[in-house]
């Protein structure tokens, strides 16, 4: 089967836009999470703080009619998408080859929202007719096709916080197998809205400390929740034929990917991490790779106490011996939680740590939780990992994970 490589990347991230600023981010080790309580209305809610993508413009990508006919997450896609063809140097031709796959968690739940006021406050017959296609989730992927002119598949996928990371491990799938030659794949979220804020409030997964520059505290003992963010991470996945022929230089390689289900319940994993740990060994296998050779994971890492302690666990699972020797840390204590979007701009932190030689750090990491005693990596660390881990797991107990090589 043919190698797939990563020959462009498209991020829209609290960090910045594009990937010149998010790899400027990730090197300063900057926290990018402010207040948002004067602009969203939190009353009631505890969680004060969120990642904002406050550079992004969906008009310096996408013209003003175009735009008003999508929702925020869709404008981030295409925008990411867009960003990944220009950072690759690709103009697609071969448009029935190409594929599209676009993982999100919630869709456009603000145009819910707006119309559902509107059909209660002013009738029916004001409901929005564009509505349906702008909530629905396989809108990102659906625009990004249709903007683009890419004829082959194009799939949206809803698996919670691990979708953009099934959505490169599907493309991975279709490139191997020779169905396409080349993939816009990744993920999008873009939720910071009262509802949303709520629900994860009210079942105590949001992190109520209102400094931005500690609420996001992955395996930190004194972490009590994640952070809400927005964002997109689109890659462009091509086979190695198909780079080669055009002259692409690649990133990394997309070598492995694992899924796998917990079973076991709606919201919190098993404590023993089982189901993360064998969707990291079946990502190893898929790239007949060992656990010895794992230089560097980029963990889920959402900074509450479940995750973090059964993550952990399943990372001494997999690699024994050497699980204190291995360097692990979080993007989200930079960005916070992108929820859909998480897995494909976490995917760019792991491609950043084989491109530039540097480890991006856990930043706000300060305090070892007994539970939690690997190598969080406080701190941006020389290093120059060959072979690195992406992990995002899901609601649901979804769980998936990416294997990433130097090239």
């Not at 609290?14 to 790899?23: I, S």
């Not at 020779?178 to 816009?184: H, M, S």
Request: hydrophobic share 45%; charged share 20%; with cysteine.
């Amino acid at each position: 089967m043919p190698r797939v490589w990563v020959t462009g990347l498209g991020v829209i991230s609290p960090l910045g836009v594009g990937r010149e600023e998010f790899f400027r981010g990730l090197r300063e080790g900057r926290v990018a999470i402010r207040r948002v309580d004067r602009e969203v209305d939190l009353e009631g809610i505890g969680a004060k703080v969120a990642g904002v993508a406050d550079g992004f413009d969906p008009l310096s990508f996408i013209p003003a009619r175009r735009a008003r006919r999508m929702g925020r997450a869709t404008q981030m896609a295409l925008a990411a998408a867009r960003l990944a063809l220009e950072d690759g140097g690709f103009s697609p031709r071969d448009t029935e080859r190409g594929g599209v796959v676009v993982g999100t968690g919630i869709g456009a739940m603000e145009a819910l929202v707006e119309n559902h006021l509107v059909l209660l406050r002013r009738g029916a017959d004001r409901v929005s007719p564009l509505l349906a296609p702008v909530m629905m989730p396989n809108a990102p992927a659906a625009e990004v096709s249709i903007e683009l002119g890419i004829k082959g598949p194009s799939v949206g996928v809803v698996t919670a916080c691990a979708a953009s990371a099934h959505a490169l491990g599907l493309a991975w799938g279709w490139i191997r197998r020779g169905e396409v030659d080349w993939a816009l794949a990744g993920g999008t979220e873009s939720v910071l809205i009262p509802l949303v804020f709520a629900a994860f409030d009210r079942m105590g997964a949001l992190s109520r400390n209102p400094d931005p520059h500690t609420a996001s505290r992955p395996f930190d003992a004194q972490r009590d929740g994640f952070v809400l963010g927005e964002g997109a991470g689109i890659l462009l996945l091509e086979s190695e034929g198909h780079a080669r022929a055009r002259g692409a230089q690649p990133l990394a390689e997309l070598a492995g990917f694992g899924q796998t289900s917990d079973a076991f319940h709606i919201t919190a994993p098993p404590e023993d991490g089982e189901g993360a740990r064998r969707a990291m060994e079946q990502a190893l296998a898929s790239a007949h790779l060992s656990p010895q050779e794992v230089d560097y994971i980029n963990a889920h890492g959402t900074s509450t106490p479940l995750n973090d302690r059964a993550e952990t666990r399943a990372i001494k699972a997999l690699l024994g011996e050497r699980a204190h020797e291995v360097p692990v840390s979080s993007t989200k204590s930079q960005i916070g939680h992108l929820l859909g979007a998480a897995g494909a701009v976490e995917a760019g932190a792991t491609i950043f740590a084989l491109c530039e030689g540097l480890l991006p750090a856990t930043v706000t990491w300060r305090q070892r939780d007994p539970e939690c005693d690997l190598d969080y990596v406080p701190r941006v660390r020389p290093a120059h990992p060959h072979t690195a881990l992406s992990n995002s797991f899901g609601f649901g107990g979804q769980n998936a994970c990416l294997v990433f090589r130097a090239v």
